[in-house]
């Protein structure tokens, strides 16, 4: 728990070895060398905050003494900051840092809006809470990137396990370390709704930088899932704008491989002439050095420094604690405003759509009547099989209508108690047809006979129904379908997972959207989903669609406890 607070109070990154010997050696190749290393970037970004990126030092600035002063009176003082290069999760993490700046990069070359140098540094250094628990404790970076769970509540996780989430040890460093306001508006908020970017800009437009870092971040992600665990991304979020991206790039980016991506990188982002040379061949000795313990450095590097004086650390932690707050707060706010949003759509497709079987319903009905009439008089064979396809398609639209008529108006719910055991166990007779066909196998784990439910059996059934057909066609041939029972005081979920690939993100958007379906044209309605949602709404339930990574495709089907079955009995009777 003390993690965090270390990593927020951490007074720099150290750069690797052989950039602090070329600081002294070679300074007009440190903006080149930045891309490779985050804190010799965060180190030029520091001293010079007014520069928009590293590519704008000049040749003057990069020779000036207050570089080597700098870092000297960092190394004189009890060691710090440095990264651990050859730590198996910090490399997982670089690779996901760099593969996100080259797609911001090239996307910005393409939008023609942002600077790809600019573009790039943001990318790169959007993981910068991380960077400083990497540099404060490795093994609390592995604990955090290498757990299931937190790619799914990634800052819950991050804070149970540190004391304080990656963004808020990110936005208390770019105060202390006063990076530029293009940064900050990155670090520590970047898993914010675009539009909240939109408050400090002068004519009320997101900056193109934010949703174009934010984009290639999900990218990344969508790659790589176990990426989502970095927590950088809205989790629900409208994006501004639509921003062009390259393809990802597969490659690995451990110490030994530093090598051929710096000769790759060594080119200036925005297509015009480098201004520094190749930083030269990266090696892992030279990353793995820990600088403090060279000390060829001291010679190279000692000036004259001053310390940076903090002021006023008391009401400054009180500001970032309300600061913290709101970003908790607006973060809450986002999520309930996209659920108020989805129910909205969803309340006027059903009204629309109850509207539109209504006026459907009646000449189909004339149409079916007049077709039935003239195949009872029709005695030539072909005429009668075109009636009876048009009578089989109007049936179908028929179908159509009632499900669609179900999901507008439901009818109001007879509930009554039953067991949950005996719903589950009606719901799998009802459904052996269906999965021999498939050939599908189906795993019912629940046999406590004390959990039940008060509510519309035909209804919750019907509702069950549609989500195990759901996951049986999702699995597949050969494959598997579980029924699992979570028990709260007040709820009862069931766990519907499946062996099948899960949703895509697209398809997960609009699982319950009327009409939406993944499947080839003509194969689904796109009913199924929507109509079990609005059936369990109707029952005080809801249905959601949460995937993990060992059963890629889940929904959870909650409903309200009956935690007085008896009493409810003797009043039926």
């Not at 003057?60 to 000297?72: D, Y």
């Not at 293009?182 to 949703?211: D, M, R, T, Y």
Request: hydrophobic share 45%; net charge neutral.
């Amino acid at each position: 728990m003390a993690v965090g607070m270390a990593a927020a109070n951490l007074p720099w990154l150290c750069p690797r070895t052989d950039n602090l010997i070329a600081l002294a050696d070679k300074p007009e190749t440190l903006p080149q060398r930045a891309k490779l290393d985050p804190a010799l970037a965060l180190l030029l970004l520091r001293l010079a905050p007014s520069l928009s990126f590293p590519q704008n030092w000049t040749v003057a600035e990069l020779a000036s003494p207050r570089l080597p002063a700098w870092v000297l009176a960092y190394l004189q003082r009890p060691a710090c900051g440095v990264l651990p290069w050859s730590s198996h999760a910090w490399q997982r993490l670089w690779q996901w840092a760099c593969q996100a700046a080259r797609q911001a990069a090239a996307a910005a070359r393409q939008s023609r809006r942002v600077s790809p140098s600019q573009a790039y540094f943001a990318a790169l250094l959007a993981p910068l809470g991380w960077y400083a628990v990497a540099a404060i404790d490795p093994l609390a970076l592995g604990d955090v990137l290498h757990d299931p769970q937190a790619q799914h509540a990634p800052r819950t996780r991050q804070q149970a396990t540190w004391g304080l989430d990656h963004a808020a040890i990110a936005r208390r460093l770019a105060i202390r370390w006063n990076l530029p306001a293009w940064l900050s508006q990155i670090v520590g908020k970047l898993h914010l709704p675009s539009s909240f970017a939109s408050q400090n800009a002068e004519n009320g437009e997101v900056p193109p930088l934010v949703p174009l870092v934010q984009r290639a971040w999900r990218e990344v992600e969508q790659s790589d899932p176990a990426a989502a665990a970095l927590g950088l991304t809205p989790a629900v979020d409208i994006e501004v704008g639509t921003i062009a991206s390259s393809s990802t790039d597969k490659a690995t980016f451990g110490p030994n491989a530093l090598a051929e991506d710096a000769t790759r990188l060594s080119d200036s982002d925005d297509g015009e002439s480098s201004q520094s040379e190749n930083p030269g061949c990266l090696t892992a000795d030279s990353t793995s050095a820990d600088p403090y313990r060279v000390p060829l450095l001291l010679p190279l590097l000692r000036q004259a420094v001053g310390h940076r004086q903090q002021q006023g650390a008391a009401v400054i932690a009180r500001f970032e604690e309300e600061v913290d707050q709101l970003h908790a707060a607006l973060e809450r706010s986002s999520r309930q405003a996209a659920l108020q949003l989805q129910q909205a759509k969803l309340a006027a497709l059903a009204e629309f759509a109850a509207g539109a079987a209504h006026e459907i319903n009646n000449p189909l009905a004339i149409i079916t009547a007049q077709v039935q009439n003239l195949l009872r008089k029709e005695g030539d064979a072909q005429h009668r099989e075109a009636f009876q396809v048009i009578l089989k398609q109007s049936q179908r639209i028929a179908d159509l209508l009632k499900e669609v008529m179900t999901f507008a108006r439901p009818p109001r719910p007879q509930r009554s108690p039953v067991p949950l055991t005996e719903l589950l166990l009606a719901l799998r007779r009802e459904m052996h047809e269906v999965l021999d066909a498939a050939q599908v196998r189906l795993e019912v784990h629940a046999d406590d006979p004390t959990l039940w439910l008060n509510v519309d059996v035909r209804q919750v059934q019907q509702a069950l129904g549609a989500v195990l057909r759901n996951a049986v066609e999702a699995a597949g041939a050969g494959g598997w379908v579980r029924l699992r029972v979570e028990a709260s005081p007040a709820w009862l979920h069931i766990l519907v997972e499946d062996s099948g690939p899960g949703l895509s993100p697209t398809a997960a958007e609009h699982a319950f959207d009327p009409f939406y379906s993944g499947r080839e044209a003509g194969r689904g309605r796109g009913m199924g989903l929507p109509l079990a949602w609005r059936l369990l709404q109707q029952n005080e339930g809801d249905l959601r669609y949460e995937p993990l990574p060992e059963t890629p495709g889940r929904f959870r089907i909650s409903l309200p406890r009956c935690v007085d079955p008896p009493a409810l009995l003797r009043q039926s009777a």
